[in-house]
């Protein structure tokens, strides 16, 4: 069971718009910065979103995220055919020491 | 552009050791977090740990006992041994690196498939 909490599976059809939420607690989300990645089957996951809402170069604006209290959620406008597969959110956990966190993951389908 | 890619063997023994290493091109491994990142078979990701050049590390608690993450600055590479596998250790293996923060992995191999089985 992941220390994140995110919801199995969403859907959506072309140019909707879609959330996937996480959620943690106040050893995590609540006092750390969250990452969101996109992982297609069989390829590494990509860094979508650092810093709970901060796109590096070559993410467009179409994917936005944020961060309250204890939970994230990442938005995405305009979906595309290719905006499918898994999305994970992470972030640092204070508790034993510190480590790394990630949610269990959403798979996203474009139907 | 940097390129990270992950080596080693794709079977490894029941309470052996596992052993994998990253190699970084188009780039310095001097700076940043040098992370390894795994995911069993149909499951989510899992932390493994990292080190920082320098040699500051942090590694999951859960593993703490059984790995080692170490850098090699003079070829460039940083490497993961885990003891004592069993197939639970079964899983997918990522190399990433950490820019600004532990879990800003920007850059990432493309993973390499380990099996533990006799």
């Known amino acids: 069971q992941s220390v994140l909490t995110q919801p199995p599976s969403a859907s959506g059809t072309p140019g909707q718009r879609v959330t996937i939420s996480c959620s943690g607690s106040?050893?995590?989300?609540?006092?750390?910065?969250v990452y969101w990645y996109h992982q297609v089957p069989g390829t590494a996951p990509k860094l979508l979103i650092y810093r709970n809402n901060q796109r590096p170069s070559g993410v467009p604006d179409r994917f936005s995220a944020s961060k309250s209290d204890t939970s994230a959620s990442l938005a995405i406008s305009g979906l595309r055919s290719e905006d499918e597969g898994d999305y994970f959110c992470a972030t640092w956990d204070d508790t034993l020491r510190g480590r790394g966190v990630f949610g269990g993951g959403t798979k996203l389908t474009v139907v | 552009q940097m390129q990270l890619q992950e080596s080693g063997p794709g079977l490894v023994k029941p309470s052996e050791t596992l052993s994998l290493t990253c190699t970084v091109s188009g780039g310095s491994i001097s700076n940043h977090y040098w992370t390894w990142i795994r995911q069993s078979p149909g499951k989510g990701l899992e932390w493994i740990g990292y080190?920082?050049?320098?040699?500051?590390?942090n590694y999951n608690p859960s593993l703490e006992s059984r790995v080692t993450i170490s850098v090699d600055t003079s070829k460039n590479q940083f490497s993961l041994r885990l003891n004592s596998v069993t197939a639970a250790d079964t899983a997918v293996y990522y190399c990433a690196r950490g820019d600004g923060d532990y879990l800003e992995l920007d850059y990432w191999g493309q993973g390499t498939r380990v099996t533990v089985s006799s």
């Open positions: 106040s050893s995590n989300i609540g006092t750390n910065a």
């Open positions: 080190m920082y050049y320098s040699g500051i590390g």
